[in-house]
């Protein structure tokens, strides 16, 4: 008997220190059950309590009096599915009639904790089935990435969001993304964790960092251009801009249609152009964008010009040419000055790091949606790493990126270094690199790849 108390008391203790220091590992041990009973034993009591119940059919109600049988009880929303994961639980309701979706989004804070749950939110998948998703335990306090994750070409798995799912920045679907955030919020990082991402991938790397190179050239390997001062930013954008005239040319040749046909209406892509012919998509990642917009002196003025209409021009036309620009930014907005604004509205991806002020949440979301700007500025600043990131169905996520140290991406693009495609419009601006590649040097996290 006291062996088994002994027992019991040891496993709880275990289940105590687990949800303490490790409450993933809590989570799949023992969380994951303890909570889907507590969800299905709690469950009609809690849609009672949080109003989400219709009243019995009318037919139900008279044939309980015909019957002389008690009255039968409120209905709540049936439950379809109830499927763990690694983080939480999904649930899939069919609303009874007179319900919508909004009433169970209303009472996600209420459902939250009365299923003692870390976080609840709530989709419709389609007409009358809502999808609750639940996290057991503070998915974004330290952030692990699952290690099965669906990439496709071109799309890359760079965060977690705080339902538990990942977020994907995929390039076909939103080719220009713009990240804004105040200094020390994580936009390097994040770009960081984007070049991991596309490293092992078949893309061209080009990166523009004003801050003299400090964050992109360690890990210049894995990059077929590098700029690190505006006046090369320029030279580089022209290359730019050249390389996708020539793609136009190709694809036009392939569709074979008149030479008067103009840049911008031609509806192919180089996705359509058969494999052997397909030119490499580029990626054009820009850091600290503000230095390229500033100027204080008539010549320097002519160079932002002639850099900020090579971008906007890569903006309207680069997709069809697979040139996608990823800016980061501590703002963006019109006091950068003439076309940023112009700019700005055809970068489609959105995301906010922790603001300081309202105007720069407002350069992100303020077009888009006011509940984000609100939860942009709301971002703690002792929590860097989180982001507000906009989705092309005009909802909104919290995200937060894996903390990817600079020696986890170098000894990655490093690895991959051989995968880097010669773009011959790019050769000048190759970086220059000297000696042998530098051994991988342990890290004591478990590189991106890894985990
Ligand atoms: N996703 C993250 N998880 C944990 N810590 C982070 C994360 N992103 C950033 N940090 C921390 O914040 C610091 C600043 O991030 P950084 O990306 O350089 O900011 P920014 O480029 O916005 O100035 C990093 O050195 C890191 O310690
Ligand atoms: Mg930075």
Avoid at 4 to 14: F, G, P, R
Avoid at 96 to 111: E, K, M, V, W, Y
Wanted: hydrophobic share 45%.
């Amino acid at each position: 008997m006291t062996g088994i108390v002994v027992a019991l008391a040891l496993v709880a203790a275990v289940a105590a220190l687990l949800r303490w220091r490790r409450p993933a590992w809590y989570w799949l041990t023992f969380g994951v059950t303890l909570a889907m009973v507590r969800v299905l034993v709690r469950y009609r009591s809690v849609m009672d309590a949080c109003g989400l119940t219709v009243p019995p059919a009318r037919w139900r109600l008279a044939l309980a009096r015909v019957a002389n049988r008690p009255i039968p009880e409120p209905r709540s929303p049936r439950i379809c599915r109830l499927r763990p994961t690694r983080t939480g639980l999904v649930l899939r309701l069919k609303l009874r009639p007179g319900q919508d979706a909004f009433d169970i989004a209303a009472a996600s804070d209420r459902l939250r904790h009365s299923f003692s749950m870390y976080g609840v939110t709530s989709r419709e998948l389609r007409s009358g089935v809502v999808e609750v998703r639940m996290t057991g335990y503070d998915v974004l306090k330290r952030v692990q990435m699952p290690t099965e994750t669906d990439t496709r070409p071109m799309r890359v798995p760079v965060a977690l969001r705080e339902d538990g799912a990942v977020h994907y920045r995929d390039y076909r679907a939103i080719p220009h993304a713009l990240t804004l955030g105040a200094t020390e919020s994580g936009k390097s990082v994040y770009q960081r964790n984007l070049v991991a991402g596309l490293a092992p991938m078949d893309v061209a790397l080009v990166g523009i960092d004003c801050k003299q190179g400090v964050e992109l050239f360690p890990l210049a390997r894995r990059f077929s251009a590098l700029a690190d001062s505006p006046d090369a930013a320029a030279e580089l954008l022209d290359a730019l801009v050249g390389r996708m005239e020539d793609v136009y040319q190709l694809i036009r040749a392939e569709q074979k249609i008149t030479a008067a046909v103009p840049d911008a209406e031609i509806a192919a892509d180089i996705w359509d152009l058969p494999e052997h012919l397909r030119p490499v998509p580029v990626v054009v990642l820009v850091d600290e964008v503000a230095e390229l917009a500033l100027y204080a002196n008539k010549e320097q003025e002519k160079r932002r010009d002639r850099i900020v209409t090579a971008l906007v021009r890569l903006a309207q036309l680069g997709r069809a040419a697979g040139i996608y620009l990823e800016i980061c930014g501590q703002r963006f907005g019109s006091e950068l000055g003439k076309g940023i604004t112009m700019l700005r509205a055809q970068l489609t991806g959105r995301t906010a790091h922790r603001v300081n002020d309202e105007t720069s949440a407002n350069m992100a979301f303020g077009d888009i949606s006011p509940d984000a700007v609100l939860a942009a500025i709301q971002i703690p600043a002792e929590t860097r790493g989180i982001a507000i990131a906009g989705d092309s169905s005009g909802g909104w996520h919290r995200i937060r990126a894996p903390h990817t140290s600079l020696r986890q991406a170098v000894n990655l693009c490093n690895r991959h270094a051989d995968q880097t495609p010669d773009v011959p419009e790019l050769a000048p601006f190759r970086p220059v690199l000297s000696g042998p590649v530098a051994a991988p040097v342990p890290s004591s996290k478990p590189s991106p790849a890894a985990v």
